[in-house]
């Protein structure tokens, strides 16, 4: 994530903060007002995939406690798991992650309206 936002901020261009910096504009007006706006099209995607790797993280929970005391440490992904490869219960499996996926499909649709990420760059 960071590699890519460091490209991100390498490809805003310094004329922007030049004049800025001509127009009297303090160091957070350019942020918000230059980096942030510039910035959008790279965080969003960005944002994105880093919620749907950290909700699906399987492996740190179920390698370290592999779901803790009476499953206390348990997210959905783990549950998941327990449920098909422990259980054989593979119908409940199939539903249960096409639950996790439409979770994560609606975040991500509302994420884009919220950001403007489905607007184009000739749209304002």
Not at 79 to 104: D, H, N, P, Q, T
Request: glycine content about 12%; aromatic content about 18%.
């Amino acid at each position: 994530m960071m590699v890519t936002i460091l490209g991100g901020l390498q490809s805003i261009s310094p004329d922007y903060y030049d004049a800025a910096q001509i127009d009297g504009a303090s160091g957070w007006q350019q942020f918000r007002f230059i980096t942030l706006p510039l910035l959008n099209p790279i965080l969003t995607p960005a944002i994105i995939l880093g919620v749907i790797w950290t909700f699906n993280n399987f492996n740190v929970i179920y390698l370290i406690t592999g779901g803790g005391p009476m499953e206390g440490t348990d997210i959905l992904v783990t549950s998941l798991y327990k449920a098909v490869f422990e259980f054989y219960r593979y119908g409940f499996g199939a539903a249960y992650s096409l639950v996790i996926f439409l979770f994560l499909l609606v975040f991500s649709v509302i994420y884009l309206r919220i950001s403007g990420g489905f607007k184009g760059e000739w749209e304002a």
